[in-house]
């Protein structure tokens, strides 16, 4: 079996379509959804990830407020500049960039964010939620991955699926996310012994360890659809996922690729995330006459 290509790339560029329309329906009532994007010193990657956001609000018409803060910015100075954006109207999203320089304590600056304009959904209030099914603003990157999911057309409810990786932004949420869609759920991790073991058991496999080359067709069940969440740079420039995209291709019904797949779907979350901040605040506003949101529907292929 040859797998077919899930287009990461192509339902962004689908989904950003809608959120134009989105943008000029909010405009038109006197609201101009805007996301404040907070760096604080100047990490290489950082500044590339917050190069990325900045352009997508500009391609789907939303606001954009970019704060560089110096690395050796006090925490009290920090926790003031997301005081002050959790008061201005204008600003529906706000999103500090991690990581954060070592002096300043994480917790502590995710907290500060309003759980209104939570949209990268780390505060402790939209985790909680996510594991009551509640949640305001899912995570931007298991959103994307559910998205994805639902381009293939195949109902997650009672499948086995299998996440490698157990991060707090990743790894846990999207079990927390497929477990409230009703699938059979396991979480491997660094510690998990024989990782194959639990792989080749899914039916549904996301992989997000940051591991080049983790899972090959050995660990994966004829027929799986795979999720490769993974991004890394080896050192002969090229960008890879943590799957041996090639060889498992082979034996998956659905893939997706490195880059192409998980990753345009991140900052498109993020603007979703954003535009329904923007319309609950509005409809908080102004009554009823505004729809409430509903989550993108994606049509699966014929
Ligand atoms: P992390 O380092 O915080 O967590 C990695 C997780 O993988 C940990 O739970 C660890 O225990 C587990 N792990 C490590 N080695 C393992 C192994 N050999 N077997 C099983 N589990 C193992 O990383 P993260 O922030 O969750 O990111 C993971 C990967 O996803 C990275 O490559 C990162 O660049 C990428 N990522 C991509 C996007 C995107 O938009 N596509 C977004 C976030 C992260």
Redesign the pocket.
């Known amino acids: 079996m040859t797998a077919q290509i899930i287009d990461g790339k192509a339902l962004s560029q689908r989904l950003r379509v809608g959120f134009r329309e989105r943008v000029e329906r909010l405009k038109a009532r006197g609201v101009s959804p805007g996301l404040a994007v907070v760096l604080v010193g100047d990490n290489p990657a950082s500044r590339v990830y917050v190069g990325n956001k900045i352009k997508a609000c500009e391609e789907c018409g939303v606001h954009s407020l970019h704060i560089g803060l110096a690395a050796d910015v006090s925490e009290a100075e920090v926790l003031a500049t997301i005081e002050r954006l959790n008061r201005d109207a204008g600003i529906h999203g706000i999103l500090v960039q991690l990581p954060l320089p070592a002096h300043i304590p994480i917790a502590r600056v995710l907290e500060a964010i309003s759980v209104h304009k939570d949209v990268d959904g780390f505060h402790l209030y939209n985790v909680g939620a996510l594991v009551t099914g509640t949640s305001i603003f899912p995570p ?2 298991p959103y ?1 991955v559910q998205l994805l999911l639902d381009t293939t057309g195949i109902d997650v409810a009672g499948k086995n699926a299998v996440v ?8 846990k949420p999207m079990g927390l996310m497929l477990l409230q869609r009703e699938a059979t759920v396991t979480i ?5 012994r024989d ?1 194959a073991q639990h792989t080749i058991l899914a039916d549904i496999l996301i992989v ?4 080049p080359g ?1 899972i090959v067709p050995q660990m994966v069940k004829e027929g799986a659809i795979v999720i490769d ?4 740079r080896l050192p002969d420039g090229r960008i890879v ?2 799957v041996c995209f090639d060889a498992v291709k082979e034996k998956a019904s659905w893939i997706t690729p ?1 880059p192409g ?7 498109t979350m993020l603007i979703e995330n954003t535009l329904r901040s923007a319309e609950r605040a509005f409809k908080a506003a102004d009554g009823d006459e505004f729809q409430d949101w509903e989550a993108p529907v994606v049509k699966s292929p014929d």
């Open positions: 931007c990157t994307g490698v990786g157990a991060s707090n932004i990743v790894g491997c991790h660094a510690k998990t990782l997000a360890a940051g591991k983790l969440v993974g991004i890394n996922g943590d490195v797949g998980v990753g345009p779907m991140t900052v």
